[in-house]
Nanobody, 121 residues
Framework: QVQLVESGGGLVQPGGSLRLSCATSGRLFKLNYMGWHRQAPGKQRELVATITEDGTTNYADSVKGRFTISRDNVKNTMYLEMNSLKPEDTAVYYC???????????????WGQGTQVTVSS
């Protein structure tokens, strides 16, 4: 059973910072990538950042230079460091992982339940 649990969301003023965490359980054999996504009210879910097994990262243009994605392989946890937050960053943030876990022969896509980030004065 693969579970992802996000934490670290909350209310922050514009210009502030937050660090989101995504704790993953389940025996990993091969990781394709892990990612952070967000969905604002009335909008489609969008990709924020991804990180591959070798540490290659990719960011949406809207967060480049402000957000940093990272992984701690020992703790099985992924992070999203968010700086210089803007009101338009307000959304529910979700983490996902695509990989081969447990007894599966194929890669599957797993998602967390989401954590709310609100940027407001």
């Amino acid at each position: 059973q693969v579970q992802l649990v996000e934490s670290g969301g909350g209310l922050v003023q514009p210009g502030g910072s937050l660090r989101l965490s995504c704790a993953t359980s389940g025996r990993l054999f091969k990781l394709n990538y892990m990612g952070w996504h967000r969905q604002a009210p009335g909008k489609q879910r969008e990709l924020v950042a991804t990180i591959t097994e070798d540490g290659t990262t990719n960011y949406a243009d809207s967060v480049k230079g402000r957000f940093t994605i990272s992984r701690d392989n020992v703790k099985n946890t992924m992070y999203l460091e968010m700086n210089s937050l803007k009101p338009e960053d307000t959304a529910v943030y979700y983490c996902n992982t695509v990989g081969i876990y447990g007894n599966s022969r194929y890669a599957n896509d797993y998602w967390g339940q989401g954590t709310q980030v609100t940027v407001s004065s």
